[in-house]
């Protein structure tokens, strides 16, 4: 069974509270570091895997996307998707990411954000996704770091006065399933080690474009100074990858 925690009331009314629930792609740290890897998106097929609130599709569309297709396991998530979407050439359909089954080669770009480490199986997405690119396609995705999903207790290290003194990193190697506390107890996340997700690309077939961990921009150090400690441990990892031929 996979679990659907956006579905759950108490979870979903704290994910709306975020800031980048709130504000959008402008709310997401790692934002910046994404929209640099993605390719020139004009006239182009676009997939979304775990779309959320749909910020990825309309900023697709924005860049004159021909089509965008989002997908998403939270009907929750979707419903709020549509709320804010006015364009006939989004659609949003609520399945599994791991249950895609579109057309072969039916799209140019497929995109995901944060949502793979919710998902037992990366080489399982892989292969589908690389079946559903065109030739020359472009796979660009973020996960939460494998430094940061090693651990079930996804949290720094605290001196006896609540200052953070260490981001701990234990049981790397040991992959699978981690239940964690994510804005509600009991959230399923799956941990793989950084190579596990390279060698599961490249054994599908990818080639890797670039591999990037994302450091706050200085306006973010500016305007939230605790923002100073995400430079002493990466959060997140981005990929982006193509399919040659």
Request: glycine share 6%.
């Amino acid at each position: 069974m996979k679990q659907n925690k956006y579905d759950d009331s108490t979870f979903f009314s704290a994910y709306e509270q975020m800031s980048r629930s709130i504000n959008g792609l402008e709310g997401a740290g790692e934002w910046p570091v994404f929209k640099a890897l993605l390719p020139d998106l004009q006239n182009k097929s676009v997939l979304d895997l775990g779309c959320g609130f749909g910020w990825h599709c309309r900023y697709a569309r924005s860049q004159q996307a021909g089509s965008v297709v989002g997908i998403d396991i939270s009907e929750k998530m979707l419903q709020k998707a549509r709320e804010k979407t006015d364009d006939s050439a989004i659609a949003y359909v609520n399945m599994p990411i791991e249950d895609i089954n579109f057309l072969h080669s039916q799209f140019d770009v497929v995109i995901s954000s944060l949502a793979f480490h919710y998902v037992k199986s990366f080489e399982v997405i892989c292969k589908k996704v690389y079946e559903r690119l065109k030739p020359g396609g472009t796979f660009v995705f973020s996960v939460e770091h494998p430094i940061f999903t090693s651990r079930n207790d996804q949290n720094w290290y605290l001196d006896d006065h609540g200052n953070r003194l260490h981001w701990p990193v234990d049981n790397y190697q040991a992959e699978g399933r981690r239940g964690t506390n994510f804005l509600t107890e009991n959230v399923i996340k799956y941990h793989r080690t950084v190579s596990t997700y390279i060698n599961d690309l490249v054994g599908t077939g990818f080639v890797l474009n670039a591999i990037k961990e994302p450091t706050p921009t200085d306006e973010m150090l500016k305007t939230d100074p605790a923002m100073k400690d995400e430079n002493r441990r990466p959060m997140f990892m981005i990929i982006s990858a193509c399919k040659v031929g």
